[in-house]
Structures are given as C-alpha cells and as structure tokens.
C-alpha cells in the first residue's frame, strides 16, 4: 500500500477548495494516509457525489491513517494526475468528510503519483452533492485571478502580466490594456483547466516569496 506523509487536512462536510478553508476549522495533522490513484472519472464522481465503497476497500483502509496519537478507522486520498482529495467514510462505506490538499501537498503528490499503479474501486452513488460546491470553488478561482491582474495592472507590472497572459491565452501580447480587458472578459465565463492553472501559478508566486 502506498502512503503520502505528514499533512495537514481539514476534514468537512462538504467538499470545498483548499482557498475556502477558515482559520478556525479543526485541521488535523496526519502523519501518513493512505493513497490511490484513480481515473478522472472516478475522483471526479467521488468529489461530486455522496458515495458508497464496498467492505473490501474500507478492509483496507481500516485504522490506516496515523495522527500522532490515534488513528482515523476509516480514510484515504484519492488522485488522479491533476488533482487529490482527502475522504473519510463511515462504517457503513459512505463518504461522510472531504477535505482539499493544500497547493504544495497537492503539487509534491502528483510528483509521485505517477509512480502508483492506478486501482479500480467499487463504489455506487449515493446521491449528488450540492452544485453550490462547485459554483463556490469558481468564484474563489475568478476572485484570486481577478484581484491578482488588478494588482497588476494598477502597478503596471507589465512583465507579470504578460507571463499570466501567455500562460492562459498561449500568446505574446504587449499591449496591457488589452491584456488586462481580455483577462476581465474571460472570467465572465465558466472556468476551465486554465483558469485552475492560473490561480495556482498566482499562489505559488506568493508561496516562493
């Protein structure tokens, strides 16, 4: 079985963006957990859904997850090669706590998680979480990209600015008017992939500092 070590989680009811958790949440340090790697289809219903794994998976999880002084019965992390969540489930299997990784632990694992030989489990869907969840997740996205280029473009920090851009638009622009219009426009619409890419580069840059 393989292992991710020494983290910080913040177990919740709710599955939510790591920049959506409170200074006042019950983190817990966890000193190993175990982790699969799992198809994009599978976190993705894991993360969306109210799930149900069978009592051969809990059998392997059961009091695998260290704290300093105790153990949670039944937990684990779940990723795929761009993106981990944290679950805790219930004896009866179901998927009762969710909490995100922080952008570092989320970066260091998907280093290794090519490693780790991708498993199938066997789960059913309970019911569908709530589409708040995720309508949340892309408002925390817009609100971090947004007050970053404005920043950005109050102090004319062109060079940043074109790096942000051609990050997300894959083009060289000088003009940063148009640059900073462009960014505004897009984030009138859904995010995507690129969007999620983004916010973590704007995060990293603050993390390195």
Avoid: H
């Amino acid at each position: 079985m393989n292992f991710y070590y020494d983290i910080t989680l913040d177990f919740l009811e709710n599955s939510y963006s790591f920049y959506e958790i409170e200074k006042t949440d019950n983190f817990v340090e966890v000193k190993k957990i175990p982790l699969f790697q799992v198809s994009n289809k599978v976190l993705k219903d894991f993360i969306n859904n109210k799930v149900k794994v069978n009592q051969d998976f809990l059998n392997i999880i059961y009091n695998k997850t260290m704290l300093k002084n105790s153990y949670i019965e039944y937990a684990c992390i779940l990723a795929d090669k761009n993106n981990a969540i944290a679950l805790e489930f219930n004896e009866e299997g179901i998927v009762t706590k969710y909490s995100s990784l922080s952008l570092m632990d989320e970066l260091n694992l998907l280093e290794v998680i090519y490693t780790i030989k991708n498993i199938d489990i066997d789960y059913n869907i309970i019911s569908k979480n709530s589409k708040s969840m995720t309508l949340r997740k892309e408002n925390i996205i817009k609100d971090i990209i947004k007050k970053e280029i404005t920043k950005l473009y109050n102090d004319k920090n062109i060079s940043k600015l074109q790096f942000l851009y051609l990050e997300w638009f894959d083009d060289l622009e000088s003009d940063i008017d148009k640059i900073y219009n462009t960014m505004l426009d897009k984030l009138k619409d859904n995010i995507s992939k690129k969007e999620e890419k983004i916010s973590k580069i704007i995060e990293m840059s603050y993390n390195n500092v």
